[in-house]
T-cell receptor, first 113, second 113 residues
Framework: EAQVTQNPRYLITVTGKKLTVTCSQNMNHEYMSWYRQDPGLGLRQIYYSMNVEVTDKGDVPEGYKVSRKEKRNFPLILESPSPNQTSLYFC????????????FGEGSRLTVL | DQQVKQNSPSLSVQEGRISILNCDYTNSMFDYFLWYKKYPAEGPTFLISISSIKDKNEDGRFTVFLNKSAKHLSLHIVPSQPGDSAVYFCAASSSGGSYIPTFGRGTSLIVHP
């Protein structure tokens, strides 16, 4: 089954404690991206990657890091989480340079105390 | 600066009536438009799309209309059903941008029985 898998789905953590949200897709997609969804602000792009070892900043990259060492995986790293990073995070993937739609993961709800 | 705008945060409609969700864009380079649907606790899923060479695309109860001169598109749902209650995101992309979508902030549709 074609899917984008995120883990963890829910996480409560404290300020400053490093965490990683994993994302994996099984569709051989070149393009992967992270979004955060906040009330009234819709989906805002954090980082994206067009292929292995190629990453770029989206609209709200501050406080986040990503890596793309393998085509299927695109982890989101919060080195020192802060309360303003409390949000619902979505990973998405698609084929590049096509009109194929994005496939989204089910989301990871992160709370930073 | 928002390139894709959904000016109505919410819309309430009676079951069986038409739902019309609107979206405006500012970037004239956008040539491909999509609508995504999102239920609570799930990731967004692709609903329908339209290329700029068309002005209408229909899929069952869902029709998307594109008015390029006005830089406006709309999603019509006829007839609306309670199961259509969700957040709808409009997205726009371009061949020059590798078809990476830019999202609007979403419209929450509630269909009352």
């Amino acid at each position: 089954e074609a899917q984008v898998t995120q883990n963890p789905r829910y996480l409560i953590t404290v300020t400053g404690k490093k965490l990683t949200v994993t994302c994996s897709q099984n569709m051989n997609h070149e393009y992967m991206s992270w979004y955060r969804q906040d009330p009234g602000l819709g989906l805002r792009q954090i980082y994206y990657s067009m292929n292995v070892e190629v990453t770029d900043k989206g609209d709200v990259p501050e406080g986040y890091k990503v890596s793309r060492k393998e085509k299927r995986n695109f982890p989101l790293i919060l080195e020192s989480p802060s309360p303003n990073q409390t949000s619902l995070y979505f990973c998405a993937s698609s084929f590049l340079n096509s009109r194929a739609e994005l496939f989204f993961g089910e989301g990871s709800r992160l709370t930073v105390l | 600066d928002q390139q894709v705008k959904q000016n109505s945060p919410s819309l309430s409609v009676q079951e069986g009536r038409i739902s019309i969700l609107n979206c405006d864009y500012t970037n004239s380079m956008f040539d491909y438009f999509l609508w995504y649907k999102k239920y609570p606790a799930e990731g967004p899923t692709f609903l329908i799309s339209i290329s700029s060479i068309k002005d209408k695309n229909e899929d069952g109860r869902f029709t998307v209309f594109l008015n390029k001169s006005a830089k406006h598109l709309s999603l019509h749902i006829v007839p609306s059903q309670p199961g259509d209650s969700a957040v709808y995101f409009c997205a726009a992309s371009s061949s020059g941008g590798s078809y990476i979508p830019t999202f609007g902030r979403g419209t929450s549709l509630i269909v009352h029985p």
